[in-house]
Each structure stands twice: as C-alpha cells, then as structure tokens.
C-alpha cells in the first residue's frame, strides 16, 4: 500500500473490485430508477468514482444531446473507461481526487456518486466538492450502503465480534459501513435543499445464499484479505473469519442484510 493511500482506497485501487461492483449492477435498471427522470435533454453529468463507466454509458443514452464525464482515482480504471467506450463522444473520463476536483464551480447539471463515499478520508470534503461543481439549481445525489457485514439474524457472537473488531480498525482509514445514514447530514451541511432520501433493503440473504452472490462474497473476502491479516494478526486468522462468514452464509436458518440510502438535493439557486 502505498503511503497516503487508506485501506478503503487500497481495496478501490484493486481491479477486481471495479469488476466486481460492476458485476452487482445493473446499469440500465439502475440509470432507468435513479437518474432518469432526474437527466434533461442537453444535461452536463458527472459521476464522481466512475469504475469502468458503464453507469455513464447507459446515461448518455437516454438523449443524444446529454453529456458526461467520468472522474476516478485509478489510473488503470480510467485507462479501462477510455478504451472501454472509444468512440463514444458523449463520455469523457478523467483521473482526478474527488476531495478536489479540477472542473470549474458551477458547471454540471447532475453530480452523483455510487458506492463511494463509504470508502473516503473526508467524506464532507468530498460531498460539498460534488456541491461546488454542481450549476445553481442543479442536483446532486449520493448512493451508499448502511449496515454492511454488520448485521445478521442468528447471532454469531464470534463472528459479530471480529466483524466489528475489522470495522473498528479501519475506521482510521476513512472505510465506514455506516455511511448510508450520514448522507443526509452530509447533504444538508453542504448547502442542498429540497433533500429527498430513499431506503431500501440491499445484501439481503435468506436462507442459503445463491451461488452467484457466494463468488460476490468470496471474491469480496479475497480482496479485503490482506486488511483482515492486518487487523486479526495472522493470514490464519483472516481466514479462518472469511471461512466461518461463508458457512454462516450457507447455512439455511441464517439472514443477513444491508440497507442502501440515495439521497438527492438541489443547489439553491443563490
């Protein structure tokens, strides 16, 4: 890890966690649900920790005459957008800090973030960035999770406790799994109004879980593995936690849940 860089970061920068977050969306569902009707003819869009831009794609396809731009930490993942959507000239993706994004104030129609801010330093830093570049009257939306890897029904006290011993030492990084809830402080302290917030139900597993969202979780646990040697001392026991969240997961007595919060704010006008 390279020194600056958080372990939220860490597992951002990872590859696979692009592909993997990709693999958990679907874009046209998710454009169609929160961003459709939210995307005039001749919008400037912006999303904020892009990925791969397949989110963005489905966006410049609701009107010929929208634009978007896409702005990611990652180098590689820029690389992968640009050669990804060649020929697209609706997108344009940048490599750029979301706590201090080089586009001027004012510019954009829609500014959102997708599973992001969970993973940053200065959370606030970054929302009233989103804010600033925003033009007056324009909107701005933040999708995270809430409760994630947390809660669970029936307990396992021995996972429960080294799931929040995890969670407790990568508070340090910035990584907060209880975001979802904050977006709306966030939202307010940031100058927005008209704020509407969204809860829904997400990670939700009753009962033996599927096997296409077991290779989410595996590949999910694979990537954060070198965090949990970190935390619990040991490759061991980083997967010997792995291993009992997995079987907890198999087990057909067992629930596990999330919950998503999308909240979505005007910038006044004066």
Known sequence: MSKGVSAGEY????????????????????????????VGAGAEVLSVGCGPGVILRE??????????????????????????????????????????????????DLVYSRMLIEYLRNKEQAVREMVRVCRPGGTVLLQDLDGQL?????EDAEMQRTSEKVVIALADTGFDPFVG???????????????????????????VVGPEILKQWELKLEIAAPQLKKVLGSETAAREHAKRFLEYLRRPDTLTYSTVFTVSGKKPLQ
């Open 181 to 207: 809830r904050k977006l709306f402080s966030f939202a307010q302290r940031a100058g927005l109004e008209h704020i509407d917030v969204q809860v829904e139900s997400y990670h939700l597993i009753a009962g």
């Open 11 to 38: 597992i951002m920068e990872d590859p696979r966690e692009a592909m993997r977050l990709e693999a958990k969306v679907d874009a046209h569902a998710w454009v169609q649900k929160y961003l459709a009707h939210r």
């Open 59 to 108: 966006v410049v396809a609701l009107d010929k005459s929208i634009q978007a731009t896409g702005v990611d930490i990652s180098e590689d993942r820029i690389r992968e957008a640009k050669q990804r959507h060649r020929g697209v000239e609706a997108l344009n993706f940048v490599r750029g800090d979301s706590h201090a994004m080089e586009f001027p104030s004012n510019r954009f």
């Open 150 to 154: 947390l809660w669970h029904y029936p």
